[in-house]
């Protein structure tokens, strides 16, 4: 097999950006039930095998489902069988996990999940909670079957604010970027 200069040196590029930014996990396709165990089983046997606690994996893997179900549920670029397409980063650096996600966001839907994540954002803890409960008692199905609930439970499971990104691909869409960081020291012995 042959490989170009160019194709070498994109491989090479990509693994250095891997190792720099402590990424452990990337992946860019489809997001199924059955991909989604896949990767929680990965990431599980992952800090099993570091010896992270229980209380963070557990913290860790919660995030995970959440995004992962978001990305399936509300990706704006569906494949067959009703599966959201997008991106999925874990990693973990100076003692933090991140999770990323991207995916297509059409302009339609782009303001509703902005002022979601302005007002998860912006809520306090306990804000959150009554967020939360009003939710579960109230919620109404979104056209794509989510209640409404994923944003807030993960602000309230790593008391962090969500990172993100809208950047216009063209005229109808988006890509959103979620960051999620789970602090490993500020969860460990929980």
Same mark, same amino acid.
């Given at each position: 097999?042959?490989?170009?200069?160019?194709?070498?040196?994109?491989? $090479? /590029?990509?693994?250095?950006?891997?190792?720099?930014?402590?990424?452990?996990?990337? =992946?860019?396709?489809?997001?199924?039930?059955?991909?989604?165990?896949?990767?929680?089983?990965?990431?599980?046997?992952?800090?099993?095998? /570091? $010896?992270?606690?229980?209380?963070?994996?557990?913290?860790? =893997?919660?995030?995970?489902?959440?995004?992962?179900?978001?990305?399936?549920?509300?990706?704006?670029?569906?494949?067959?069988?009703?599966?959201?397409?997008?991106?999925?980063?874990?990693?973990?650096?100076?003692?933090?996990? =991140?999770?990323?996600?991207?995916?297509?966001?059409?302009?339609?839907?782009?303001?509703?999940?902005?002022?979601?994540?302005?007002?998860?954002? $912006?809520?306090?803890?306990?804000?959150?909670?009554?967020?939360?409960?009003?939710?579960?008692?109230?919620?109404?199905? $979104?056209?794509?079957?989510?209640?409404?609930?994923?944003?807030?439970?993960?602000?309230?499971?790593?008391?962090?604010?969500? /990172?993100?990104?809208?950047?216009?691909?063209?005229?109808?869409?988006?890509?959103?970027?979620?960051?999620?960081?789970?602090?490993?020291?500020?969860?460990?012995?929980?």
């Amino acid at each position: 097999m042959n490989l170009s200069f160019n194709f070498i040196k994109s491989v $090479s /590029n990509i693994y250095d950006e891997m190792i720099d930014n402590g990424f452990s996990l990337v =992946y860019l396709g489809e997001f199924s039930h059955e991909i989604t165990k896949m990767f929680t089983s990965m990431a599980e046997s992952d800090m099993e095998k /570091n $010896s992270e606690e229980r209380s963070v994996q557990r913290k860790v =893997y919660h995030v995970m489902v959440e995004t992962l179900q978001n990305m399936n549920k509300h990706s704006d670029e569906i494949q067959e069988r009703n599966i959201g397409k997008g991106l999925f980063i874990i990693g973990k650096k100076h003692d933090t996990y =991140y999770i990323i996600t991207s995916n297509k966001v059409a302009r339609k839907h782009k303001d509703h999940l902005e002022n979601a994540l302005i007002t998860v954002n $912006s809520a306090t803890p306990e804000e959150l909670k009554e967020m939360y409960k009003r939710q579960i008692r109230e919620g109404n199905l $979104s056209d794509k079957g989510g209640a409404g609930l994923g944003l807030i439970d993960i602000a309230r499971k790593t008391g962090e604010p969500l /990172n993100y990104q809208f950047l216009q691909l063209d005229d109808q869409n988006f890509f959103f970027i979620l960051k999620v960081e789970i602090n490993a020291k500020k969860f460990a012995k929980e």
